[in-house]
């Protein structure tokens, strides 16, 4: 039985001319120490041509999970989680008890005139 004479066998479709080393142009790139509260590091590579400004200051940490910064001594604290708020707190963040009561008495106020009532 002779055989199909398939070339590409055993290498991957794009794979290019084989043996060639070079697969593209390589942006210079610069890393980017992290650590996190448990003294863990990771670190990230950003452009070599990026302003200090644009790259983060922190991240969470991939295996911790804890926030981690560029200063090693000094790594972020977990911030503390807010708790769970209702909308009805949140109304009365942006109200006062005279501003409720006021409100409130408008719209039945509105909703007395229009069922015709006083």
Do not use: C
Request: proline share 8%; no cysteine; glycine share 12%.
């Amino acid at each position: 039985m002779a055989t199909g004479g398939n070339a590409i066998r055993g290498t991957r479709v794009g794979s290019g001319p084989m043996g060639e080393q070079d697969h593209g142009y390589h942006a210079d790139r610069i890393p980017v120490s992290y650590w996190d509260g448990l003294g863990n590091e990771t670190v990230r590579y950003f452009a070599a041509g990026l302003p200090d400004e644009e790259i983060p200051d922190t991240i969470d940490h991939p295996q911790s999970g804890l926030p981690a910064g560029r200063d090693r001594e000094n790594p972020p604290a977990l911030a503390k989680p807010e708790p769970y708020k209702t909308h009805l707190a949140y109304v009365k963040e942006r109200r006062t008890d005279e501003e409720a009561e006021q409100l409130l008495e408008d719209a039945l106020t509105q909703l007395r005139e229009r069922r015709g009532g006083n």
